[in-house]
């Protein structure tokens, strides 16, 4: 195992700060999909099948969690965020606005 040096450390923490979410299906982290904090989201349909009084909300995501599989969110007309897992949100394309 190789260790990490001081650059190592330091190019981590000069990166853009985003948050990765891998695909549930496959476990497969070659087809992971960034989550930028600040950027868009609503409810996945696996999310939506979990939390069905969430189904239909949409929000930002506001950063991550401590816990590595689960991201913060904010919704819509809330004041304080809460803690999903990454599968249960899907990004809102830009676009679509």
């Known amino acids: 195992m190789r260790r ?3 650059k190592d450390f330091e190019a981590l923490l ?3 700060p985003s948050i990765v979410a891998h695909s549930i299906q496959s476990g ?3 087809t992971a999909s ?3 904090k600040g950027a868009r989201f609503r409810m996945s349909l696996l999310g939506a099948a979990r939390n069905p009084r969430l189904a239909e909300k ?3 995501i506001v950063g991550s ?3 590595n599989s689960s991201v913060r969110v904010l919704f819509d007309g ?3 965020p809460i ?3 990454r599968g249960y949100i899907e990004q809102v394309s830009s676009e679509a606005e």
């Open 4 to 6: 990490r040096s001081k």
């Open 14 to 16: 000069n990166e853009e």
């Open 28 to 30: 497969d982290r070659s």
């Open 34 to 36: 960034a989550i930028v």
């Open 58 to 60: 949409e929000g930002t």
């Open 65 to 67: 969690s401590r816990i």
């Open 78 to 80: 809330r004041k304080s």
């Open 83 to 85: 803690s999903l897992h």
